[in-house]
């Protein structure tokens, strides 16, 4: 007999949910705890949202996506977050990565080109009460020169090169991941380590992200 059949469903839907992480590479404790502590159904809407478990990338909102879940471990275990960490995330989305990243460092900067994701999400981090995301309608190609420098930079949109505005943006010790490559192939991410001397270029995995656009969307 099985009295709570919906709470069974949860449990064993999150169960999966981190399973498909493991296998996949995503080891990091910490990092598997966060995700398991946010859930990806309250990112994806309409259609789409009973497929919020499965490990693939969704379409949301203006034509951007949500990542895979899989990919969105792998970046964040891959940019070594801190617990006294700043990060600056270009490419808000739907929020999840940043919600992710929330729950492992101290503040989360999260930048989107379209107004319309960067005020849902704003909203949704509101009323998930996650109080230390700055959710920042603009360009992020150009980093946040204002909240400069950061100890973490991550990208979820390709370019083709790591913009120099990021780059300056990037604490000395620091570490950005993004990917890279042209938009309508496959692209790499890498992980970029500011040193005292210079930058260190790490390739770690083929990947395929939307394009990085520069200026604003209209809407
Ligand atoms: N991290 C997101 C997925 C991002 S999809 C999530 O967890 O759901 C990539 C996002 O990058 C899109 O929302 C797109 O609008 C945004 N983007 C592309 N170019 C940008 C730019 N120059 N500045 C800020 N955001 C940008």
Redesign the pocket.
């Known amino acids: 007999m099985n009295d709570l059949p919906e709470e069974e469903d949860l449990a064993e839907r999150k169960m999966r949910f981190l399973f498909a992480l493991r296998s996949k590479g995503v080891t990091d404790a910490r990092v598997l705890g966060a995700m398991e502590r946010v859930d990806r159904g309250l990112?994806v809407k309409g259609l789409f949202a009973d497929r919020a478990y499965e490990d693939m990338p969704l379409p949301?909102a203006?034509g951007?996506?949500?990542?895979q879940p899989s990919v969105?471990g792998l970046m964040t275990q891959a940019l070594r977050p801190g617990p006294r960490d700043t990060v600056l995330?270009?490419?808000?989305?739907?929020?999840?990565?940043?919600a992710v990243l929330a729950g492992l460092v101290r503040r989360v900067y999260t930048?989107?080109?379209?107004r319309r994701?960067a005020r849902e999400a704003e909203d949704l981090f509101r009323t998930l009460h996650i109080p230390n995301i700055v959710t920042i309608a603009?360009?992020?190609?150009r980093g946040l020169p204002d909240q400069a420098p950061f100890d973490r930079i991550l990208v979820?949109?390709a370019a083709e090169d790591p913009p120099g505005p990021l780059l300056s943006q990037l604490k000395i010790g620091g570490i950005m991941v993004l990917p890279v490559g042209q938009s309508d192939t496959v692209q790499s991410l890498i992980r970029v380590r500011r040193l005292d001397t210079g930058f260190d270029y790490e390739e770690l995995r083929p990947v395929r992200?939307?394009?990085?656009?520069?200026g604003m969307?209209s809407d």
């Open positions: 990112f949301i203006c951007q996506t949500i990542s969105v995330e270009v490419g808000t989305g739907s929020g999840y990565q940043a930048v989107d080109r379209h994701l603009g360009d992020g190609s979820t949109a992200f939307v394009p990085l656009v520069e969307a």
